[in-house]
T-cell receptor, first 115, second 115 residues
C-alpha cells in the first residue's frame, strides 16, 4: 500500500530563517511520482513540484529546494530565507505511474512564518 | 486564462439531504479530479473524470457520485448527507497528455457544512 507521512504537523519559524519540511513515503512501485503542494489560507492548492522516481537530482527554484533520496524514501522541501507569505499548509503527495493509480496526499504540515 | 472555478463556495445542508457541487476546469483541460479535505482525514481522492468517463475512483461510498459533461465541466453529487460529509471539496483540472500525471490546477473549493 502507498503511504505518505509528514511527521511535522505544525512548524513556526521567524522570518528569514531556513525551514525544512519532511516527507517520507512508502510504495511498492518501482516507478512513481512525488509532489509538493502549497495551500495558503485562501484554500486553493498550488502545485510546487513533481518529481519522477528515476530522477534523483535535487532541484532548486528560487528560495525553494527539494531533496529526493530514494535510499531513505524521503522527499524533503526546504525554504531558504523564509518570508511571511510562505505561511501555509504544505502537502507532500505520491502517485504511481499507471493510469489507474491515485494520488495519495500526506496530512500536511502547517507552516507559520513569524514576522 | 481563467482558473478552475467551483460553485457554490459555501453550502449548508441538513442530514439526509443531497447536494450537487459544480466545477469548471481551465479551458482546454479534459481531466477533472475531486478531493475531500477534512481536518481528521486530510486530503482524500474521490474520483477523476476524463472525456466524460470516470477514469479512477477513491474509497468512498456510493452516495458520492459524479459526472462530466462534453464541455469538461464536472458535477459531484452526495446523497443522503451525513454529518461526516462536512468538508472542503476541492476540484482539480489538468491537461492530461501521455505523460500520466500532469500538473493539477486546483479550484478554491466548496465548503460543505452538514447540520
Amino acid at each position: 500500500a502507498q503511504k505518505v507521512t509528514q511527521a511535522q504537523t505544525e512548524i513556526s519559524v521567524v522570518e528569514k530563517e531556513d525551514v525544512t519540511l519532511d516527507c517520507v513515503y512508502e510504495t511498492r512501485d518501482t516507478t512513481y511520482y512525488l509532489f509538493w503542494y502549497k495551500q495558503p489560507p485562501s484554500g486553493e492548492l498550488v502545485f510546487l513540484i513533481r518529481r519522477n522516481s528515476f530522477d534523483e537530482q535535487n532541484e532548486i527554484s528560487g528560495r525553494y529546494s527539494w531533496n529526493f533520496q530514494k535510499s531513505t524514501s524521503s522527499f524533503n522541501f526546504t525554504i531558504t530565507a523564509s518570508q511571511v507569505v510562505d505561511s501555509a499548509v504544505y502537502f507532500c503527495a505520491l502517485s504511481g505511474m499507471n493510469r489507474d493509480d491515485k494520488i495519495i496526499f500526506g496530512k500536511g504540515t502547517r507552516l507559520h512564518i513569524l514576522p | 486564462k481563467a482558473g478552475v472555478t467551483q460553485t457554490p463556495r459555501y453550502l449548508i445542508k441538513t442530514r439526509g439531504q443531497q447536494v450537487t457541487l459544480s466545477c469548471s476546469p481551465i479551458s482546454g483541460h479534459r481531466s477533472v479530479s475531486w478531493y475531500q479535505q477534512t481536518p481528521g482525514q486530510g486530503l482524500q481522492f474521490l474520483f477523476e473524470y476524463f472525456s466524460e468517463t470516470q477514469r479512477n475512483k477513491g474509497n468512498f461510498p456510493g452516495r458520492f457520485s459524479g459526472r462530466q459533461f462534453s464541455n469538461s465541466r464536472s458535477e459531484m453529487n452526495v446523497s443522503t448527507l451525513e454529518l461526516g460529509d462536512s468538508a472542503l471539496y476541492l476540484c482539480a483540472s489538468s491537461f492530461r497528455t501521455s505523460d500520466y500525471y500532469n500538473e493539477q490546477f486546483f479550484g478554491p473549493g466548496t465548503r460543505l457544512t452538514v447540520l
